[in-house]
Nanobody, 121 residues
């Protein structure tokens, strides 16, 4: 059973930092790209960034230069290091994976439950 469990959210002042974690299970973590999304109240879900299986990354324009995604394939965990946080970064942050968990090879997408990040001004 595929599970994605985020942790590390909280309340931080503007200019501060947080590191989020996404612990994955139920699939071969090292084989797949993983992503971070966020959703603020009243707004559409937004791609924060993603990391490929080879470790290459890309980010949304609003977080480039401030956020860094990494992965530890031994711990089956993806990370989101957030620096220079701004009040507009306040949102629920969600982990995402598109994987093939079954022998038939179907791709299925999975979301974590999300972790709240609140940045005060």
């Amino acid at each position: 059973q595929v599970q994605l469990v985020e942790s590390g959210g909280g309340l931080v002042q503007a200019g501060g930092s947080l590191r989020l974690s996404c612990a994955a299970s139920g699939f071969t973590f090292s084989m797949y790209s993983m992503g971070w999304f966020r959703q603020a109240p009243g707004k559409e879900r937004e791609l924060v960034g993603y990391i490929e299986s080879d470790g290459s990354t890309d980010y949304g324009d609003s977080v480039k230069g401030r956020f860094t995604i990494s992965r530890d394939n031994y711990k089956n965990t993806m990370y989101l290091q957030m620096n220079s946080l701004k009040p507009e970064d306040t949102a629920v942050y969600l982990c995402y994976a598109l994987v093939q968990p079954y022998r038939d090879g179907r791709y299925l997408d999975y979301w974590g439950q999300g972790t709240q990040v609140t940045v005060s001004s």
